[in-house]
């Protein structure tokens, strides 16, 4: 028995393993419904460790990742037993020295050396001055605020705006304040100068039109079909802008709910249409859902501040506005792991402020901690974090058995240790056995906080895990990528981000200085500058020119390598989303930023949370109404597919249906073909079709499109010529034409 056997025998009688740490992939957890609906003993009952898998973990971190075999895709050593016969009478080789530091990258030249610190000393002097002069400037617009702002009647309102203690009492006290600011006439008024209001009034009169005779009118089904496709795409005229809800404490135009209204009323219409070929309804829904995108919830690092994620994520939850795709770092992965491993009930039994007694991040004092960094470089132990993780995870869930048990799309983002190699976003698509307590220590890794971890994987007929992408270590991925929106996107699709910023570094730079969605600015009744204009800019400017001064530390490759990682990029990043939700901080936070959080604590961050988010319902509910909507379509029109098995020939031989077939790869690269080769010849304007010229002008540039893509003869010009031949010709046909209008 070696050491680390002997070391965890006694704790192994006291340990009770689930079902959650034992499953291999070939038996995820819970996949069905019956399953999910199953009573379980209560969450804080349960301790999901598994002593075997921590011991995976610990001979994992002790592998050399560049030292052994160098086929398949994970690294496994062979133990001694294992060794082939002709090496056990041989002598053991030496151990190779440590690998010299690769320096090719290192920048070089007598210029270089003599002046980068004196420059990186000049550069860094204007940065605090700038800083100090950014916080001082901060300090004196709220203090400005406070004591000409908010006065007499308009304080005491926002006072009960702040006291509320649920949702609904802040919803009233928000429309009592907007009605004593004179909000209420704006909200009337369709016209602002941040979206089309011309455009939203045309949709909403041809969706409501087409909509009533749709149920026994084929035409008006068609245009309903057809003015969805024009009107479902992301920020459609403006109506996603930010600053339609910077306006008011509660709401936005009611222009906007209109849409909102009658767009999710039309998409519920057009699937329980039978007029509309239950083909073309599923091509429909397909560029519907592609074109609108989908939305994702982040969560961002930020140590003892992750705290704030749980009361955004429990008020998102109650309000049902919790979207499906989830994505942490750091903190925030370790908060998302909670979510994603649980079912919205063992959620609710899990967010409340009892969770502080499960948080035990700190185990020794502090004179231990310090001798561990000494020894080891790090202050904070492994083994005693994979504890905690486990019961974070329920187990040794894999991202693809999170995802099949709670229809969750949990993504956590990690670097890797090698300086030089691009982040990663873990998830079921990109690493689906991967365990997700190794990611999120992994993306936890701070250096000198906790050292860089091995990813774990599970393997089909074992209980035992094993290191995953050839044992190589990762670290915090809020060093590069505390918010992932590129991945995400192009791995599902998602253009709105819905981010919860907790990042002490970073919150504190947030100034909207126009008013953010539900707290406009005070100045001039709303309609001035925070701070007055002067103040505005010169916010603006000391934070451009620190952004600045960053770049060019970081371009010139003027700041040491401290514990080799360029820190810079903790600065340099895109940390904001569509919407972001910021906390309200105090010094405490600062001081307990490395702790064990109190219930009290716990409390008192998760009321933070939830009231910070409020402000935001409103744009949020508008996004994902129509989302939901559409992915609601998508069902209900699989379900009609399941029931009726007509062929695919007699389907398309009904009205409005398409002469080619759906794109079989995931892209849909024939999808939009298939879709505007069924359309009409321009969108409808209620005032009937076009004029034959125009309309045969259009069809004509519809078939030159497609000729690109097939082989059968086309009609151009009243002649039937090869399609090779129909791009060139069909180019000389439509210039005859005055006009050179696309098709809508």
């Given at each position: 028995?070696?050491?680390?056997?002997?070391?965890?025998?006694?704790?192994?009688?006291?340990?009770?393993?689930?079902?959650?740490?034992?499953?291999?992939?070939?038996?995820?957890?819970?996949?069905?419904?019956?399953?999910?609906?199953?009573?379980?003993?209560?969450?804080?009952?349960?301790?999901?460790?598994?002593?075997?898998?921590?011991?995976?973990?610990?001979?994992?971190?002790?592998?050399?990742?560049?030292?052994?075999?160098?086929?398949?895709?994970?690294?496994?050593?062979a133990t001694k037993p294992l060794a082939t016969p002709r090496r056990i009478g041989r002598k053991k080789r030496?151990?190779?020295?440590?690998?010299?530091?690769?320096?090719?990258?290192?920048?070089?030249?007598?210029?270089?050396?003599?002046?980068?610190?004196p420059l990186m000393i000049g550069i860094g002097t204007i940065i605090v001055i700038e800083l100090i002069l950014y916080i001082g400037l901060r300090q004196v617009v709220r203090a400005w605020e406070s004591l000409f702002s908010w006065r007499g009647k308009r304080r005491r309102l926002r006072s009960k705006l702040r006291a509320a203690e649920s949702y609904e009492e802040w919803c009233q006290a928000a429309e009592a304040l907007d009605k004593y600011m004179g909000k209420d006439a704006w909200k009337e008024s369709a016209p602002f100068g941040y979206y089309d209001y011309r455009l939203i009034q045309k949709v909403v009169r041809h969706l409501r039109l087409y909509r009533a005779n749709a149920e026994h009118d084929v035409e008006a089904a068609t245009n309903l079909k057809d003015v969805l496709y024009a009107?479902?795409?992301?920020?459609?005229?403006?109506?996603?802008?930010?600053?339609?809800?910077?306006?008011?404490?509660?709401?936005?135009?009611?222009?906007?709910?209109?849409?909102?209204?009658?767009?999710?009323?039309?998409?519920?219409?057009?699937?329980?249409?039978?007029?509309?070929?239950?083909?073309?309804?599923?091509?429909?829904?397909?560029?519907?859902?592609?074109?609108?995108?989908?939305t994702a919830f982040c969560l961002s690092g930020g140590a003892g501040f992750g705290y704030y994620h749980l009361g955004v994520i429990r008020e998102l939850l109650d309000r049902r506005l919790l979207p499906p795709i989830i994505t942490?770092?750091?903190?925030?992965?370790?908060?998302?792991?909670?979510?994603?491993?649980?079912?919205?009930?063992?959620?609710r039994q899990v967010l409340v402020p009892e969770l502080a007694h499960k948080i035990k991040f700190v185990h020794d004092s502090l004179i231990a901690h310090v001798a561990r960094y000494a020894t080891t470089g790090a202050f904070f132990d492994s083994d005693q974090w994979c504890r905690l993780a486990l019961w974070f995870c329920r187990g040794s869930l894999t991202f693809k058995e999170a995802y099949e048990r709670t229809g969750r799309v949990f993504n956590v983002s990690v670097v890797p240790h090698d300086p030089h190699s691009p982040p990663k976003l873990l998830n079921y698509i990109t690493a689906p056995n991967c365990v997700i307590w190794s990611a999120i220590m992994a993306s936890a890794a701070i250096p000198g906080i906790l050292n860089p971890m091995v990813l774990l994987q599970k393997t089909p007929k074992s209980n035992h895990l094993i290191?995953?992408?050839?044992?190589?270590?990762?670290?915090?991925?809020?060093?590069?990528?505390?918010?992932?929106?590129?991945?995400?996107?192009?791995?599902?699709?998602?253009?709105?981000?819905?981010?919860?910023?907790?990042?002490p570094h970073i919150h504190l730079f947030f100034y909207a200085n126009q008013g953010s969605p539900g707290r406009p600015v005070t100045h001039r009744w709303g309609k001035g500058w925070r701070g007055g204009f002067l103040a505005s800019a010169a916010e603006q400017f000391l934070k451009l020119d620190l952004t600045k001064w960053l770049k060019v530390l970081r371009d010139l490759d003027l700041l040491p390598k401290i514990?080799?990682?360029?820190?810079?990029?903790?600065?340099?990043?895109?940390?904001?989303?569509?919407?972001?939700?910021?906390?309200?901080?105090?010094?405490?936070?600062?001081?307990?930023?490395?702790?064990?959080?109190?219930?009290?604590?716990?409390?008192?961050?998760?009321?933070?949370?939830?009231?910070?988010?409020?402000?935001?319902?409103?744009?949020?509910?508008?996004?994902?109404?129509?989302?939901?909507?559409?992915?609601?379509?998508?069902?209900?029109?699989?379900?009609?597919?399941?029931?009726?098995?007509?062929?695919?020939?007699?389907?398309?031989?009904?009205?409005?249906?398409?002469?080619?077939?759906?794109?079989?790869?995931?892209?849909?690269?024939?999808?939009?073909?298939?879709?505007?080769?069924?359309?009409?010849?321009?969108?409808?304007?209620?005032s009937g079709l076009l004029q034959e010229k125009e309309w045969r002008k259009e069809e004509n540039r519809r078939r030159k499109f497609l000729a690109q893509f097939t082989d059968r003869r086309e009609v151009i010009g009243d002649r039937e010529i090869v399609a090779q031949e129909a791009e060139s010709r069909a180019y000389d046909y439509n210039n005859s034409d005055e006009d050179d209008e696309s098709i809508v």
């Open positions: 028995m070696d050491d680390f056997d002997r070391k965890h025998t006694a704790m192994a009688r006291l340990s009770r393993d689930s079902n959650d740490s034992t499953s291999s992939i070939d038996s995820p957890t819970i996949t069905t419904k019956e399953n999910r609906r199953h009573v379980t003993r209560g969450e804080f009952d349960q301790d999901f460790i598994n002593l075997d898998h921590i011991k995976d973990l610990a001979r994992a971190l002790a592998q050399d990742p560049y030292s052994g075999s160098e086929a398949g895709s994970e690294y496994i050593s030496p151990t190779p020295p440590p690998r010299d530091r690769d320096t090719i990258g290192t920048p070089k030249g007598i210029s270089y050396t003599l002046l980068r610190y009107c479902l795409k992301q920020n459609f005229a403006g109506i996603e802008n930010a600053k339609l809800y910077s306006n008011t404490y509660l709401g936005t135009k009611k222009l906007v709910e209109e849409y909102v209204d009658e767009v999710t009323r039309s998409i519920e219409a057009l699937a329980k249409n039978k007029h509309i070929s239950l083909e073309d309804k599923r091509l429909g829904f397909k560029l519907y859902s592609k074109n609108y995108g989908r942490g770092t750091s903190a925030g992965a370790l908060m998302g792991a909670i979510v994603c491993t649980r079912t919205d009930e063992e959620l290191p995953y992408d050839y044992g190589h270590k990762f670290k915090d991925g809020s060093l590069r990528t505390d918010i992932p929106t590129q991945p995400l996107y192009n791995s599902f699709g998602v253009n709105y981000t819905i981010v919860s910023q907790v990042n514990m080799d990682q360029d820190w810079s990029y903790i600065w340099l990043q895109k940390f904001d989303g569509s919407v972001t939700i910021l906390p309200k901080t105090n010094l405490l936070d600062w001081i307990h930023i490395v702790s064990n959080p109190t219930e009290e604590r716990m409390k008192h961050a998760m009321d933070v949370g939830r009231s910070r988010t409020w402000p935001n319902v409103s744009m949020i509910s508008n996004r994902l109404r129509i989302e939901n909507a559409i992915n609601r379509g998508r069902k209900l029109v699989r379900r009609q597919g399941k029931q009726d098995q007509r062929p695919l020939q007699q389907q398309q031989q009904k009205r409005g249906s398409s002469s080619l077939t759906m794109s079989d790869d995931a892209s849909g690269s024939n999808d939009e073909v298939v879709f505007l080769a069924g359309r009409r010849a321009s969108m409808p304007d209620g």
